[in-house]
């Protein structure tokens, strides 16, 4: 199946929850239809993040570890790398336990942000749902907001890069009005896998 095809059927999706959502909803069916959706879709994959956040987890708790090796050593560098990698690989870590789910997930990304761009027709409060930064300013202002605390949140249980969750404000001041709503609330679906999955695992053979 092609690329387009599975972003047509997504598109019918939308259109069909909107119209089961529409007698209880008015007017505000298809963009709750694109939250819905959206919620639904990283239900679907969050066995993918998952694992990513398991991995890094891992990956955290053996810094220590890895640190040590790198010490010892360092006049050996094929060595520390070889020990490296074995300390990752039976205490399930290293960068393809991280990745691999991340590559896994970007279709389904790709696939709600191509959506997103052409949305089925709709408004919230009043305002298409292809607007653009201008011609919603009261409904982005809110969603920025929402942004910037979802990015602060995230930032500060983060070790490195903390300016990364911040990218997504431009990002969604750019996006029409139905790409910065599930922006907006693909991000917070983040957020609260952070707070289910990104606590400190104990490391091991397991």
């Known amino acids: 199946?092609?690329?387009?095809?599975?972003?047509?059927?997504?598109?019918?999706?939308?259109?069909?929850?909107?119209?089961?959502?529409?007698?209880?909803?008015?007017s505000f069916a298809v963009a709750l239809a694109i939250v819905v959706f959206t919620v639904l879709v990283r239900l679907l994959i969050s066995p993918l993040s998952y694992l990513q956040a398991r991995g890094q987890r891992r990956a955290q708790a053996?810094?220590?570890?890895?640190?040590?090796?790198?010490?010892?050593?360092?006049?050996?560098?094929?060595?520390?790398?070889?020990?490296?990698?074995?300390?990752?690989?039976?205490?399930?870590?290293?960068?393809?336990?991280?990745?691999?789910?991340a590559l896994a997930q970007a279709p389904f990304f790709m696939i709600m942000y191509r959506v997103a761009l052409d949305p089925p027709a709709g408004v919230l409060f009043g305002a298409p749902l292809t607007a653009h930064l201008w011609?919603?300013?009261?409904?982005?202002?809110?969603?920025?907001?929402?942004?910037?605390?979802?990015?602060?949140?995230?930032?500060?249980?983060m070790t490195a890069l903390r300016f990364l969750p911040y990218l997504t404000v431009p990002v969604i001041a750019?996006?029409?009005?139905?790409?910065?709503?599930?922006?907006?609330?693909?991000?917070?679906?983040?957020?609260?896998?952070?707070?289910?999955?990104?606590r400190p695992v104990p490391t091991g053979n397991r």
């Open 1 to 26: 199946m092609s690329f387009s095809a599975v972003t047509n059927a997504v598109h019918a999706a939308i259109e069909g929850l909107a119209a089961l959502l529409g007698p209880a909803t008015g």
């Open 174 to 198: 750019w996006l029409p009005l139905a790409g910065a709503l599930y922006l907006v609330t693909s991000t917070a679906c983040t957020a609260v896998e952070h707070a289910l999955w990104r």
């Open 62 to 101: 053996l810094a220590p570890q890895l640190e040590k090796l790198r010490e010892k050593h360092r006049e050996d560098p094929a060595r520390m790398l070889s020990e490296s990698f074995a300390l990752q690989r039976a205490n399930g870590a290293g960068l393809l336990v991280t990745l691999l789910p």
């Open 135 to 157: 011609a919603a300013l009261p409904i982005y202002a809110v969603l920025i907001a929402v942004a910037l605390l979802l990015a602060r949140w995230t930032a500060r249980r």
